[in-house]
């Protein structure tokens, strides 16, 4: 059975940092995507940073690029979002999500069949 556990959100400042972290188990795949996306109250959920676990290329929102920064660490089968230069429009609720047998990762929310529970991240101004 796949499982995710999801790990670092919290409450900073703006301007401040996070880091997220995912810990998937319970798949024997070599290929897999795993992504980070996001839900506010009241907002539509919308995709923050994916990875494939083989070669490609990672996806970003247009919101994150330039201070999110989705990374893996294949042996402890975790992935991690650095969140830098955080605003309160980033708060919300956070969700990792995989989906295996792939290595086009793109940012649809429709193609990621497990999701973990979410942690919550809240910035204040």
């Known amino acids: 059975q796949v499982r995710l556990a999801e790990s670092g959100g919290g409450s900073v400042r703006a301007g401040g940092s996070l880091r997220l972290s995912c810990g998937v188990v319970?798949?024997?795949?070599?290929?897999?995507?795993l992504a980070w996306f996001r839900q506010a109250p009241g907002r539509e959920r919308e995709g923050v940073a994916s990875?494939?676990?083989?070669?490609?290329?990672?996806y970003y929102g247009d919101f994150a690029n330039g201070r999110f920064t989705i990374s893996q660490d294949s042996a402890e089968r975790t992935a991690h979002l650095q969140m830098n230069s955080l605003e309160p429009e980033d708060t919300a609720m956070y969700y990792c999500?995989?989906?295996?047998?792939?290595?086009?990762?793109?940012?649809?929310?429709?193609?990621?069949?497990?999701w973990g529970q979410g942690t919550q991240v809240t910035v204040s101004s």
């Open positions: 999500a995989v989906d295996f047998g792939r290595t086009v990762c793109r940012l649809n929310a429709d193609e990621f069949l497990y």
């Open positions: 319970g798949y024997s795949y070599s290929s897999f995507c």
């Open positions: 990875i494939p676990s083989i070669g490609g290329r990672n």
